[in-house]
């Protein structure tokens, strides 16, 4: 069977189980924990090219093999960040000096219209694609115009932090992680040229999200995201201020739980954000969709990073996702809940989540590493009796 988008960790586990090797048996050859071994191939971990070299070795197959070389056809082009949104990311300066600066109340509205599309629509990627080159332009310009009123010119500036907030989630989703990096940096520069201390504590959310996504990198997400609530929580006590900072509490608990502290992941999660959620409420403070939803979502991702599907499956029955905003976080709960079903293998109940998963937000789910790994996952072992569903979306997703 050729699955040519699989990602390292599966690509890692198809050629084992090829092999018909134990995860044991890998492992100790290879000088790691069979549970290291395991998140590497459900993509919860990325190994070092050491690592990654042993593997190969012991797989009898090349490095390239593994990342995306001789064996596997490489991704479709539109599974990755649109070429237009990353030029206009990288364009030189000098390409911007010759176009006169937009309003600040235009450039707002636009990004307003962005993050709506961003959180809402089905094909978000498409859309994106097709607004954000000429936004990152003509915010670009304003930014760098010289002789802006100071007003004007901190507006343009809390749009700039914003819409490269928006950039560091587009980025990451679309496998960027360089490029996520470089948004929330910019995002991190605009907000605190505005002085704006909301926004740059958002900024720091998006950054210690943009670590997040490097297998390495939990600490200092964690780090990143509780001095900015710390340094907040001095500043400013408006509810929207205490939104956010449960926020960056939250990046903390991920961390926790990607690092093997799921202990640590529950106990900030009861003692320092269910407290936060109760005062702020639902809401969606620059975006980061937090309140007693979202901290119950997170609920659901700590049991199901601590591989205990049981208690994640109880959470997940409790949460009532339609009252979040946000369609990319209704994506993210229920692939966890699909997840949470495969730890189980109830192969049919994970086809299912899956399918409505493609319903809700088909261009994530080609996007999702997660989400082909399970779909892979399901193809290889799937029963008689939905084994032409699984295979068929696995063609819709380019897997087969």
């Known amino acids: 069977m050729d699955l040519p988008m699989l990602p390292v960790g599966g690509r890692i586990r198809h050629h084992r189980e090829r092999l018909h090797r134990t995860q044991a048996a890998i492992a100790g050859l290879c000088g790691i924990t069979e549970d290291y071994l395991s ?6 971990k990325q190994p070092s090219h050491t690592v990654l070299v042993r593997i190969a ?16 056809v490489r991704p479709r082009a539109h599974a990755s960040a649109g070429t237009d949104v990353v030029q206009a990311m990288l364009r030189p300066c000098s390409k911007l000096a010759d176009r006169s600066p937009a309003p600040a109340a235009s450039l707002r509205s636009r990004v307003n219209d962005a993050w709506g599309i961003w959180q809402s629509s089905s094909r978000r990627f498409t859309e994106a694609d097709a607004l954000l080159p000429s936004l990152i332009t003509d915010v670009e310009i304003a930014v760098r115009a010289p002789s802006t009123e100071a007003v004007e010119r901190r507006a343009i500036l809390r749009a700039a932090a914003d819409l490269y907030g928006l950039l560091r989630s587009y980025c990451r989703r679309a496998g960027r992680h360089d490029l996520s990096l470089m948004a929330a940096d910019r995002a991190r520069r605009a907000a605190q040229d505005a002085d704006d201390p909301l926004r740059i504590a958002a900024a720091a959310w998006n950054l210690g ?25 001095r500043e400013l006590t408006t509810p929207d201020a205490v939104a956010v900072r449960g926020a960056l509490e ?16 529950r106990d900030r999660l009861n003692q320092r954000v269910v407290p936060l959620a109760g005062q702020a409420g639902e809401g969606n403070v620059q975006w980061t969709v937090f309140g007693p939803t979202n901290t119950d979502l997170h609920a659901v991702s700590v049991e199901m990073l601590d591989g205990d599907a049981v208690e994640g499956l109880r959470l997940a029955d409790q949460v009532d996702i339609a009252r979040l905003p946000s369609r990319e976080r209704q994506f993210t709960f229920g692939l966890e809940v699909a997840r949470c079903y495969d730890l189980r293998r109830e192969d049919a109940a994970v086809l299912v989540h899956l399918l409505e998963l493609e319903d809700l937000a088909p261009e994530d789910l080609e996007r999702s590493p997660l989400a082909r790994e399970l779909v892979a996952s399901l193809v290889r072992r799937a029963r008689p009796a939905f084994r032409r569903q699984a295979t068929a979306l696995a063609e819709r997703l380019g897997l087969l």
Do not use: F
């Open 209 to 233: 999200h943009a670590l997040l996504s490097q297998a390495g990198d939990e600490q200092a997400a964690a780090d990143v995201a509780l001095s900015a609530a710390e340094e907040l929580r």
């Open 57 to 72: 070795t012991e797989l009898d197959i090349s490095v390239a093999a593994l990342l995306d070389g001789a064996e596997v």
């Open 39 to 44: 998140q590497i191939e459900r993509g919860l």
């Open 250 to 265: 939250l990046v903390a608990v991920v961390a926790d739980a990607r690092t093997h502290r799921a202990w640590a992941a």
